[in-house]
Structure formats: C-alpha cells, structure tokens
C-alpha cells in the first residue's frame, strides 16, 4: 500500500552544519510530493512540494527534488540555524486534492 | 482570513466522555481533514470531507465521527472517549484548484484518562 519511509530521528547538528533527512515513497501513479515543518506547539506548515519528475521545490534554504527513479525527494539545507529546530514530514498525495500520506517525521534539533 | 482554527486547544477527558472538536476554515475550501499524530508517528488520516453534506473515513476512523453541514465547518464528535484516542488532532483543509497545498489548524491536543 501506499507509504512513507523517512530517515528516523532525532537528528542534531551543529549551527552551520549540512543537512539531509532522507524520504522514499510508495504510491500508484505519480504523485506530488511535500515536506512540512512543525515547530514546537504549532500545526504543520508547508514547506515545499515538487508536482512531477525532475522539479526542485525550495523554501527558506530547503531544497528537495522529485527523483521518480529513485522514488525519493531528499531534503537538503547547506547550512542550518537554531531556528531550524523543529520536526520534519515528508507526505505524497496521489491526486491533488487526496489526503495526504505521511511519513513519521524526523526531529531535527540545532545547537549554537 | 484566519485560515483553520480548532477549538479547544487543549482538553482532559475522563474515559467514556464524550466531546466535540471543532475545526472552522474562512477559505472557503471544499475539501477538509482529520487527522490525528500520536508521539513519534506521523499523521492518519481519520475522516475526510470533498464538500458539505459529504464526509468518508480515513485510515482510523473508530471511536470518531464527523458531519460537514456547511463548507466552513467540520467538527469530530468522539462519542465514549478511550485511553487510545490520546493525541493531537489537526484539522486541514484544501481548495479545489491548485496548488493543492493543505493547510493545518494548530491542532488540539487531547488526554483521556
């Protein structure tokens, strides 16, 4: 069935450090595919999307792209701030307005 | 427009309470979510809803049900509330047309004891 795989946390890095929080998929189809935000006591944000094979979304530093080889949209950011602390949602939709399937999120925590 | 907003933010219940959770979106979106996340999990999908007076379940829907009188409003009744229905509950919303991006209320976080 349908699903997410996303690299387990928590994830600490230092201020400045590179980050990768690894996503694959298994979907029918060809879906869009999102990352979200959560940051402490907060709903989820949107923080990206990539609609078909081959885009780069990009947000805030944050990069992804839709690799339908590998069924997987890895999320990058050269260099991470404290601000960045927060938890981490890869999620695909088969069509465009189907609900969301999640992956488990990956806590991401920045130090000084 | 104040996008999605849940009501309350915070609740106790004893076990075999029961409560409403309310959801209310201003975008006059048609399509609207439950979902709920438990610790360390990501989100399912508990009802959903493609306009008023239409509602289908997700992925977990026991112990819950959903109406969809109106397009704005979307409330989750559970109706004998157990020590499993502990979690956080966002509500989403979509439009119609594109670019398809969910938008989520601040969530409700919700204990049974």
């Known amino acids: 069935g349908d699903s997410v795989t996303q690299m387990e946390g928590p994830v600490t890095l230092s201020e400045e450090a590179f980050l990768t929080i690894n996503c694959t998929y298994t979907a029918t189809g060809y879906p869009s595919l999102f990352w979200y935000v959560q940051y402490p006591g907060e709903g989820l944000q949107l923080l990206l999307k990539a609609t078909k094979a081959d885009d780069k979304g990009s947000n805030k530093g944050f990069e992804a792209t839709y690799r339908k080889e590998t069924t997987s949209f890895h999320l990058e950011k050269g260099s991470v701030q404290v601000s960045d602390s927060a938890v981490y949602f890869c999620a695909f939709a088969n069509s465009g307005n189907t609900p969301l399937v999640f992956g488990k999120g990956t806590r991401l925590s920045v130090i000084a | 427009n104040a996008g999605v907003t849940q009501t309350p933010k915070f609740r106790i219940l004893k076990i075999g309470q029961s409560m409403t959770l309310q959801c209310t979106q201003d975008?006059?979106?048609?399509?609207m979510y439950w979902y709920r996340q438990d610790p360390g999990m990501g989100l399912k999908l508990i009802y959903y809803s493609v306009g008023a007076g239409i509602t289908d379940k997700g992925e977990v829907p026991n112990g819950y049900n959903v109406s969809r009188s109106t397009t704005e409003d979307f409330p989750l009744r559970l109706e004998l509330a157990a020590p499993s229905q502990t979690s956080v509950y966002f509500c989403?919303?979509?439009?119609?047309?594109?670019?398809?991006?969910?938008?989520f209320g601040p969530g409700t976080r919700l204990t049974v004891t």
């Open positions: 989403a919303s979509i439009g119609r047309r594109g670019p398809y991006e969910q938008y």
């Open positions: 975008m006059n979106h048609n399509y």
